[in-house]
């Protein structure tokens, strides 16, 4: 992995979600040195800067499902764009948000290269509600059903229709905030789902293991989008939506170094990082510790 580029993609969106400040994720992880960090690991790294995100001054029609909507689809649209024309320039593309809604954008234009792509979802929720199941009509809890072609049509429809996963190719670690109607979709689809219940049971090497297997069997990439609301509040407070009960610091690096040494990760995303509601930026540098465990850093 060492001879790779790495292209940085910045994504300062809050659209997705309820609450201001994850906009000011990619500013906060800049600052907790994450070029530096994989500069000193040996990649070449190039910060290709943020998408301008245009912020309406409300949500949109009276009675709207999905918030935003139109802002999303433009900024998810470029995104897909963006992050096609890194792939092929042979750039490992590593987008950072900004609220986890940026995904649509992301797995859209890697879709564009990956007739079947595994995918690693590290999140305290599912994210694969649809508008009928979405109880906030916030597009940050939709994203992972719209990469498989469920949802409103101008979001699956980003990239072609025919770009999206197999949901038996992806796994979601982390799980402790899942709706009821997603809980109806993960079982129909044959989405895997490791919970909380499921790590404190088997352990975080028994999850991993079992997940790397199920991600990489027939797939032609990987993807990681890293959620840091995953990771227990205690360790990663500046989240916009935390849940107790999380991932732990050890068990998070050992997941990412797990991943570091199967070899199989050919893109990722760090998103939800909210400054406003952290502590002296802790959140960003437990997400750039991870980005360096994830990308081969060793204790020894």
């Given at each position: 992995?060492?001879?790779?580029?790495?292209?940085?993609?910045?994504?300062?969106?809050?659209?997705?979600?309820?609450?201001?400040?994850?906009?000011?994720?990619p500013?906060?992880?800049?600052?907790?040195?994450?070029?530096?960090?994989?500069?000193?690991?040996?990649?070449?790294?190039?910060?290709?800067?943020?998408?301008v995100?245009?912020?309406?001054?409300d949500y949109?029609?009276?009675?709207?499902?999905?918030?935003?909507?139109p802002?999303?689809?433009?900024?998810?649209?470029?995104?897909?764009?963006?992050?096609?024309?890194?792939?092929k320039?042979?750039?490992?593309?590593?987008?950072?948000?900004?609220?986890h809604?940026?995904s649509i954008g992301?797995l859209?234009?890697?879709?564009?290269?990956?007739?079947?792509?595994?995918?690693?979802?590290?999140?305290?929720?599912?994210?694969?509600?649809?508008?009928?199941?979405?109880?906030?009509?916030?597009?940050?809890?939709?994203?992972?059903?719209v990469?498989m072609?469920?949802?409103?049509?101008?979001l699956?429809g980003?990239?072609?229709?025919?770009?999206?996963?197999?949901?038996?190719?992806?796994?979601?670690?982390g799980?402790?905030?899942v709706?009821?109607?997603?809980?109806?979709?993960?079982?129909?689809?044959?989405?895997?789902?490791?919970?909380?219940?499921?790590?404190?049971?088997?352990?975080?090497t028994?999850?991993?293991?079992?997940?790397i297997?199920?991600v990489?069997?027939?797939t032609?990439?990987?993807?990681?989008?890293?959620?840091?609301?995953?990771?227990?509040?205690?360790?990663?407070?500046?989240?916009?939506?935390?849940?107790?009960g999380?991932?732990?610091?050890?068990?998070?690096?050992?997941?990412?170094?797990?991943?570091a040494?199967?070899?199989?990760?050919?893109?990722?995303?760090?998103?939800e990082v909210?400054?406003?509601?952290?502590?002296?930026n802790?959140?960003?540098?437990?997400?750039?510790?991870?980005?360096?465990s994830l990308f081969?850093?060793?204790i020894m």
């Amino acid at each position: 992995m060492k001879q790779m580029t790495i292209s940085m993609i910045g994504v300062p969106m809050d659209l997705g979600a309820d609450r201001r400040g994850v906009d000011m994720g990619p500013s906060a992880l800049r600052c907790a040195h994450l070029q530096q960090r994989m500069e000193k690991l040996g990649y070449t790294f190039h910060d290709k800067g943020n998408l301008v995100v245009e912020r309406p001054g409300d949500y949109g029609p009276e009675g709207e499902k999905l918030k935003y909507l139109p802002e999303i689809i433009k900024v998810s649209t470029e995104l897909c764009r963006k992050v096609d024309a890194e792939i092929k320039q042979g750039a490992f593309p590593l987008v950072v948000g900004g609220d986890h809604s940026i995904s649509i954008g992301t797995l859209k234009g890697i879709l564009q290269h990956k007739k079947r792509l595994g995918v690693i979802w590290f999140d305290a929720h599912a994210d694969v509600n649809i508008p009928e199941t979405s109880p906030s009509g916030n597009i940050h809890g939709m994203p992972l059903a719209v990469a498989m072609g469920y949802g409103h049509p101008d979001l699956t429809g980003i990239g072609g229709q025919e770009a999206k996963l197999n949901p038996t190719d992806v796994v979601i670690v982390g799980a402790r905030s899942v709706d009821e109607g997603e809980r109806d979709f993960i079982r129909s689809k044959g989405v895997h789902i490791y919970t909380m219940h499921d790590i404190d049971r088997m352990g975080m090497t028994k999850v991993m293991e079992e997940a790397i297997a199920a991600v990489s069997k027939h797939t032609d990439g990987v993807h990681l989008s890293l959620d840091l609301d995953a990771i227990d509040p205690l360790d990663a407070p500046g989240v916009g939506t935390p849940v107790p009960g999380g991932v732990t610091y050890r068990e998070s690096h050992l997941a990412m170094e797990m991943l570091a040494d199967a070899g199989i990760i050919t893109s990722a995303e760090l998103v939800e990082v909210n400054p406003i509601l952290d502590t002296m930026n802790r959140t960003a540098e437990v997400a750039v510790a991870l980005a360096g465990s994830l990308f081969g850093e060793k204790i020894m």
